[in-house]
């Protein structure tokens, strides 16, 4: 066992508590501590549905439609604005506009729902056309994943990201995405593993995170290991014979099952190296999170977010911890669309959101969405919900120190993003994005912190591969200029895909547009 | 109309019998088993992955052999794990929650794709902790599971028992060694007897041999050996493993006989409900519900029992109708329904004192697609829904293809003027005013506006909440000229004696069984089943057993 904070991540995913030594518990570090040097991180913040209220010249979302300072930060307190509550970390943010999801027009399909939600994350086409069949064939890794490739150690045992859920509902991490529209089932992935897989999702419930984060650091040793504790020592032996008879098993198959098995082979050789050796001890900024330290929820009522605000804070701490740790270098804060959200931290027990949803396929929050007329300050003041937990997860990143003193925001970039650009027309252009951090590197952020950034001209809107390869070299887990699919919406479309959904975007972009231009003008 | 089918299609009913896929030499009683399977085997000729040429009334000729799509490695899904984990330790042992589940939508509806149950980083941690979950309570269980006394012979004796179960006929010398290893090696540590045995169990969960579905390479063909056959058969019907009697004759099964022995033994067994229950929910789109999945200000009764209620009421429709060897006619016709206290007032009728059998009204419930479970699914979280049950119909019925709603459809239909309190009726014509929408919507909403006398839960309404009344009847776009009916049961009836839907169901079938998509290669064997349905007269016992037959099922081409 070489990361006592792998192990606990290991040992709590059951959701069962199993006390390992305490002594065990500080020694599974990263040279990173031994040496000062903080090691960089990504962070994505993602939320659904992309800008909740107006779009392009009606926008409410950005502060300004040109590049340069955001106002003051008594300007943008000003409720009218979506990201108001951002005014409070005026100093750390960059919001961009005219980044756009050129990759998703390649698939050829009408609503964008679903080919946003599979190429937002991984700028990847599927092959199919046919809506179901495209949903069915999953692109490669999202760049969470493709950044831990990048930013964890040749060698580690870290998990390479992790997909903390920031909101309650069944459909926050249900695997298994059905026709049906509505209730328990309805799900869209966004993130994705290697080759497609399913991401390292975590639980909902903040209390089970900390015990796979975290294990039971608090919890001194059992003098008399359980047998679970004693399987648990065995586990690199027993991976090694799995290893044994998968090569057994391996020379019987055709080429394409063993690259099957082999994808399957080459995890279970990392799960084993995670179970030997251990490593150095851990930052003194390390603080894991308790669990009496979550605010109160109702374990039993889930719905129309009632617990959500709790449950985000809780989660944030958990991330902005397992960074401080080093147990983690990236991880995805993941807002999910559920059922029928009422934001009760932002509308107390008044939410507009509320309520019957009779009459109003999918509930009264997706009705609001669709029809904006209706109530746009209400969906605006939804929106402030995202702002005030992004701003609470950047102070929070900002109040952590670092391994070397620094704050844990100098050495974390984080991308807020979502899956469509104006979630009411399903369009994916102009997708929200906000970044910060990574003020250790002056590099990153050339033009400084505070600003807007957006296209002098409708031509050189940028893709959201620009955005994730920029983000990639930031925090150096790249040094391409490309990320996901390269050449131009045409090419990566192919001869007789339906490019109709260009219709509806001002006419100005087409099958020519190149899905890459090179850095962004931060 | 069916039974018109029948008579015309009687010479296809006589190929069904014999397949038509695989031509084996003559057979003769004085003919060993062995020698059957091996005469069957030197039989096939390369393998083709165009489709066969047709006769001129567009059958396939299907007199020449063929091989079907590759079969891929597939790791076995959630539900088979569960149904695996309670075969193998005869229901003493709970199967562990943390056993990864399928990721992403199949692509054809059917959950056991070799796709969507590939291990990711966090999968394959979670299979190590679920053997361990397992292994902890088989340990603990040791006692239960073997008589013997505590020790090494005995630790082998499990191994023999309960490894050749979950390997599923795959136990060697390598594993039984491997196995061993395992428990030698906690006992070198310091470990008692049950430490070993968990020890064991952790490794013989984890070893691929019970975690895929694997077949040895076959480069341009050949039949599957006894235990390949065994373990589809068993995936097929019981979605886990063998059992030993399945085993012991698993050498003999290339014998067309054996095979339908078998097949029919395992169909008829308690252990094929997981698996059948499984092909009519996801082949009908029909989800297991749970609590929470409706808005509880409109439909404050739907608690976990209910749902737990509505979905045991499903499952014992079906299988029903399998066990009674009821057709697919009946399947769609039906005027049984299971009922429980729970689930009678959504039925409208008095309340049971448990699970019982009744009759409905058969004015108003016709089969599967009145099921509260289908029409609760195909519905919003407080409204039925007209677009979601033609949508269902219109492509697991009648195997449509549809295409996607425009990126501002809900824009524009949130912008379009309505009537005031519309009925479904009148927001489907609201819809189909723009011909983009109309394109779908004219083959999707008659469909399902014949269901509009359910509500989002399943139970009868004659009328809107408004007042207004409810129109089931219409006219839909089908193959072969417009369908009209003049309400849902009419519909269900139309669409029973319906050959394309009779084909579709043969196509969905083979889907499941062969968990992909059909390729062109694949239309003897969909010929094939869809003939037996002819043949018996739309029988789903028949249909199922019919797929075992098929040459896609019983070989492999990797080539």
Redesign the interface.
């Known amino acids: 066992m070489n990361r006592i904070d792998r192990r606990r991540f290991?040992v709590g995913?059951?959701?069962a508590l199993l006390a390992l030594p305490m002594l065990e518990s500080l020694l599974g570090r990263r040279a990173a501590a031994a040496t000062l040097t903080p090691p960089k991180r990504l962070l994505i913040v993602f939320h659904p549905h992309g800008r909740l209220v107006g779009n392009l010249g009606s926008d409410r979302w950005s502060f300004g439609n040109a590049t340069g300072p955001l106002p003051s930060a008594a300007t943008m307190q000003d409720p009218k604005y979506a990201l108001a509550p951002l005014a409070a970390i005026r100093d750390e943010i960059v919001t961009l506009d005219g980044i756009d999801n050129f990759v998703r027009h390649t698939t050829g399909?009408?609503?964008?729902?679903?080919p946003g939600s599979r190429t937002a994350l991984t700028c990847e086409r599927s092959l199919a056309t046919?809506?179901?069949?495209a949903?069915?064939?999953?692109p490669r890794a999202s760049v969470d994943y493709v950044a831990g490739l990048g930013l964890v150690p040749q060698g580690s045992t870290m998990?390479?990201s992790i997909v903390v859920p920031a909101s309650q509902g069944?459909n926050a991490t249900a695997?298994?995405?059905?026709?049906?529209?509505?209730?328990?089932?309805y799900f869209r992935?966004h993130f994705f593993?290697?080759?497609?897989?399913?991401?390292?999702?975590l639980s909902t419930d903040p209390g089970l995170v900390i015990d796979k984060l975290f294990g039971t650091t608090a919890v001194s040793p059992s003098p008399t290991p359980t047998?679970?504790e004693?399987?648990?020592?065995?586990?690199a032996?027993?991976?090694d014979?799995?290893s044994?008879?998968?090569r057994?098993?391996r020379a019987?198959?055709?080429n394409?099952?063993r690259g099957?098995?082999d994808?399957?082979a080459a995890?279970?050789q990392?799960?084993a190296q995670r179970n030997q050796a251990p490593e150095a001890p851990p930052p003194s900024s390390c603080i894991p999170p308790t669990k009496s330290s979550i605010g109160a929820w109702d374990h039993n009522d889930?719905?129309q977010g009632k617990n959500d605000e709790v449950i985000a804070t809780a989660q944030i701490e958990n991330i902005v911890q397992a960074f401080a740790c080093d147990t983690v270098r990236v991880a995805s804060l993941y807002f999910w669309l559920f059922?029928?959200p009422t934001f009760p931290s932002m509308f107390g027990g008044n939410s507009p959101f509320a309520?019957?949803?009779?009459?109003?396929?999918?509930?009264p929050w997706?009705?609001a969405i669709?029809?904006?007329a209706a109530d746009v300050p209400s969906l605006n003041t939804a929106s402030h919900y995202y702002a005030a937990m992004f701003t609470k997860l950047i102070q929070r990143l900002a109040a952590v120190k670092d391994i070397d003193g620094s704050r844990l925001l100098d050495n974390t970039l984080v991308v807020w993003a979502s899956d469509l650009g104006y979630g009411?027309?399903?369009?994916?252009y102009n997708v929200p994005v906000v970044m910060a951090g990574m003020n250790a590197d002056p590099s990153a952020f050339p033009q400084g912190r505070g600003r807007h950034v957006a296209p002098s001209t409708f031509a050189k809107r940028r893709s959201l591969g620009d955005l994730w390869a920029h983000a990639l070299r930031i925090v150096g887990a790249s040094t391409s200029n490309t990320f996901g699919e390269t050449g131009t919406v045409g090419t990566v479309a192919g001869a007789g895909t339906n490019l109709n959904?260009w219709a509806?975007y001002q006419q100005q972009l087409g099958s020519g547009t190149p899905l890459h231009q090179g850095a962004l003008d931060l | 109309m069916l039974n018109n089918i029948v008579k015309h299609c009687a010479a296809c009913a006589l190929l069904a019998a014999c397949d038509g896929e695989l031509v084996a030499p003559a057979k003769t009683p004085t003919m060993t088993l062995k020698e059957k399977a091996a005469a069957a085997a030197v039989s096939i000729n390369q393998g083709a992955s165009a489709a066969p040429p047709k006769d001129e009334n567009g059958r396939y000729i299907c007199d020449a052999p063929s091989y079907p799509a590759q079969s891929a490695l597939r790791r076995m899904s959630k539900r088979q794990y569960v149904a695996s984990i309670q075969a193998i330790f005869d229901g003493q042992i709970t199967p562990s929650a943390v056993f990864p589940d399928s990721f992403g939508r199949p692509l054809t509806g059917y959950s056991t794709e070799e796709q969507i149950n590939r291990l990711g980083e966090s999968g394959a941690e979670n299979v190590m902790l679920a053997a361990e979950d397992v292994a902890e309570q088989a340990a603990q269980k040791a006692g239960q599971l073997t008589s013997c006394a505590p020790g090494r012979a005995c630790a082998a004796t499990l191994i023999e028992k309960y490894g050749q179960r979950a390997l599923r006929g795959y136990l060697d010398d390598e594993a039984r060694a491997a196995l061993l290893r395992a428990y030698d090696g906690m006992l070198a540590d310091g470990g008692s007897y049950t430490d070993g045995v968990a020890a064991m169990f952790a490794l013989l969960l984890q070893m691929p041999r019970f975690l895929y579905q694997a077949e040895a390479r076959a480069d341009d063909g050949r039949p599957l050996n006894g235990i390949e056959l065994a373990n589809r058969l068993a995936f097929l019907l019981w979605d886990s493993g063998p059992d030993e009697e399945l085993l012991a004759h698993a050498q003999d099964l290339g014998d067309p006989t054996m095979l339908a022995q078998q097949a029919q033994r395992m169909l008829s067994s308690p252990r094929a409900t997981p698996a059948l229950t499984r092909f009519f929910r996801e082949w009908t789109d029909t989800l297991e519900l749970e609590a929470g999945g409706k808005d509880a200000a409109v439909f404050p009764q739907f608690d976990a029992a209910l749902a737990a209620s509505m979905n045991e009421g499903f499952q014992r429709f079906v299988t029903d109708l399998v066990a009674k060897g009821a057709s697919l006619h009946a399947l769609l016709t039906s005027t049984t329904a299971f009922v429980d206290p729970k689930t009678a007032p959504l039925y409208g009728v008095p309340p049971t004192g448990g699970w019982q059998a009744v009759t409905l009204d058969g004015a108003r419930y016709s089969g599967v697609f009145t099921q509260p479970a289908w029409l609760a699914t195909q519905a919003h979280l407080a409204d039925a829904s007209y677009v979601f049950r033609g949508r269902t119909i219109r492509k697991r019925l009648l195997c449509d293809v549809l295409g996607s709603p425009p990126g501002d459809a809900q824009a524009q239909f949130a912008a379009a003027v309505k009537p005031p309190d519309p009925t479904g009726k009148d927001l489907s014509h609201v819809v189909q005013s723009n011909p983009t929408c109309a394109s779908c919507h004219s083959r999707i909403d008659p469909i399902g506006l014949a269901f509009e006398g359910f509500d989002g839960l399943g139970a009868a309404r004659s009328q809107y909440k408004g007042g207004k009344s409810i129109d089931p009847s219409g006219t839909v776009e089908a193959r072969g000229g417009d369908l009209t009916f003049r309400d849902q049961v009419d519909l269900l009836h139309q669409l029973a004696d319906r050959e394309d839907v009779r084909k579709c169901f043969a196509t969905q079938l083979f889907r499941f069984a062969m968990s992909r998509s059909e390729q062109p290669q694949d239309a003897c064997a969909i010929q094939a089943i869809d003939d037996t349905l002819v043949a018996s007269e739309g029988r789903l016992d028949a249909a199922l057993l019919a797929v075992t037959k098929t040459g896609a099922f019983t070989t492999r081409r990797d080539e």
């Open positions: 290991l995913s059951s959701g399909e009408g609503d964008g729902h679903d046919a809506r179901d069949a949903a069915a064939l999953r998990q390479t069944a695997a298994v995405g059905h026709e049906a529209g509505g209730g328990v089932g992935p593993g290697k080759n497609g897989t399913q991401p390292s999702y047998l679970r004693r399987l648990a020592k065995r586990r032996s027993t991976l014979e799995v044994g008879s998968m057994a098993l019987q198959l055709n394409a099952d099957r098995l994808e399957h995890f279970i990392t799960l889930t719905t059922e029928t309520g019957n949803s009779s009459g109003q396929p999918f509930g997706h009705a669709h029809n904006q009411a027309v399903h369009t994916d959904a509806s």
